[in-house]
C-alpha cells in the first residue's frame, strides 16, 4: 500500500484535469447559465457534492433491494446468478435518469467490469490509507475534463453480516453452495475475505458540470 495521500479525504474539490477537451458549445453554454443565475463555482461544487450523495444513496437503495428480494426468492447462490446479470443495468438506469455516469469501483474487483481507471484507483488508495489510519472516509468530488465534469466519489464499507454471505470468508461465511456459484460466474475474483467494517470499494460518479447548473 501507498503511504502518500494523492487527494484529501474531507469533501473538497481537487482540480485534475483528464486532458480532454470541451467543446465551445458547452462552455459557452455553462457560462451563460451561471451569469444567468449568477451561480459562482463555489455554489456548484456544493450542489455537486450533495447531488452525488443523493444519486449513490439511490443507486445503493436499488441494488440493496433486488438483492434482498433475489435473495428471499432464490437464496444467496442464485442472488449472485441475479447480481451477475441485473447489478449493472440497475446502475444503468439511474444513470440515465439523472445523465451521469456509475460506477462501482474496488481493487479488490469481483467482476472485471468494477475495475477503476488511473485516477480512481489513486482515490482508492486514498481511501484504503485513510481505513488503515483511522480516518473516516468522507465523499470527494474532482475537476475532470477541463472543469466540465466532476468525478465524485464515496468510499462503500461492508456494512453487516448479510454482504459477508458473498465477500466474506470461503467456508465460513461462503458456504460451498455460494463458492461454487462465485468461481462459476467470476474466475478472477478477488472480492472474497473481507469483514465487517472493511472497505469494499467505492462509487464513482461523473456528473457533467451542465446538468448540475440546470438544477440550480
Same mark, same amino acid.
Given at each position: 500500500?501507498?503511504?502518500?495521500?494523492?487527494?484529501?479525504?474531507?469533501?473538497?474539490?481537487?482540480?485534475?484535469?483528464?486532458?480532454?477537451?470541451?467543446?465551445?458549445?458547452?462552455?459557452?453554454?455553462?457560462?451563460?447559465?451561471?451569469?444567468?443565475?449568477?451561480?459562482?463555482?463555489?455554489?456548484?461544487?456544493?450542489?455537486?457534492?450533495?447531488?452525488?450523495?443523493?444519486?449513490?444513496? &439511490?443507486?445503493?437503495?436499488?441494488?440493496?433491494?433486488?438483492?434482498?428480494?433475489?435473495?428471499? &426468492?432464490?437464496?444467496?447462490?442464485?442472488?449472485?446468478?441475479?447480481?451477475?446479470?441485473?447489478?449493472?443495468?440497475?446502475?444503468? &438506469?439511474?444513470?440515465?435518469?439523472?445523465?451521469?455516469?456509475?460506477?462501482?469501483?474496488?481493487?479488490?474487483?469481483?467482476?472485471?467490469?468494477?475495475?477503476?481507471?488511473?485516477?480512481?484507483?489513486?482515490?482508492?488508495?486514498?481511501?484504503?490509507?485513510?481505513? &488503515?489510519?483511522?480516518? !473516516?472516509?468522507?465523499?470527494?468530488?474532482?475537476?475532470?475534463?477541463?472543469? !466540465?465534469?466532476?468525478?465524485?466519489?464515496?468510499?462503500?464499507?461492508?456494512?453487516?453480516?448479510?454482504?459477508?454471505?458473498?465477500?466474506? !470468508?470461503?467456508?465460513?461465511?461462503?458456504?460451498?453452495?455460494?463458492?461454487?456459484?462465485?468461481?462459476?460466474?467470476?474466475?478472477?475474483?478477488?472480492?472474497?475475505?473481507?469483514?465487517?467494517?472493511?472497505?469494499?470499494?467505492?462509487?464513482?460518479?461523473?456528473?457533467?458540470?451542465?446538468?448540475?447548473?440546470?438544477?440550480?
Amino acid at each position: 500500500m501507498k503511504k502518500q495521500v494523492i487527494f484529501s479525504l474531507f469533501p473538497v474539490l481537487v482540480a485534475c484535469g483528464s486532458g480532454e477537451r470541451v467543446s465551445k458549445e458547452v462552455f459557452e453554454e455553462v457560462n451563460q447559465a451561471m451569469e444567468v443565475k449568477k451561480l459562482n463555482e463555489a455554489e456548484i461544487i456544493e450542489a455537486a457534492m450533495i447531488w452525488g450523495d443523493s444519486i449513490s444513496q &439511490e443507486a445503493q437503495n436499488q441494488l440493496i433491494s433486488n438483492l434482498q428480494n433475489a435473495i428471499s &426468492e432464490k437464496g444467496v447462490a442464485g442472488a449472485i446468478e441475479f447480481c451477475n446479470v441485473n447489478a449493472l443495468p440497475i446502475l444503468q &438506469e439511474v444513470a440515465d435518469k439523472y445523465d451521469v455516469k456509475i460506477k462501482r469501483v474496488s481493487n479488490q474487483y469481483r467482476n472485471p467490469k468494477d475495475q477503476p481507471d488511473e485516477m480512481e484507483k489513486r482515490i482508492l488508495e486514498t481511501y484504503e490509507y485513510g481505513m &488503515e489510519n483511522k480516518i !473516516e472516509p468522507s465523499p470527494n468530488i474532482q475537476k475532470i475534463e477541463n472543469g !466540465e465534469v466532476y468525478l465524485y466519489s464515496k468510499s462503500i464499507i461492508i456494512p453487516g453480516g448479510l454482504c459477508l454471505n458473498c465477500h466474506g !470468508e470461503p467456508g465460513k461465511d461462503i458456504n460451498d453452495e455460494t463458492l461454487k456459484k462465485l468461481n462459476e460466474l467470476y474466475p478472477q475474483d478477488q472480492a472474497k475475505g473481507h469483514q465487517i467494517g472493511d472497505l469494499r470499494g467505492m462509487w464513482s460518479i461523473k456528473i457533467p458540470k451542465k446538468e448540475v447548473v440546470k438544477r440550480m
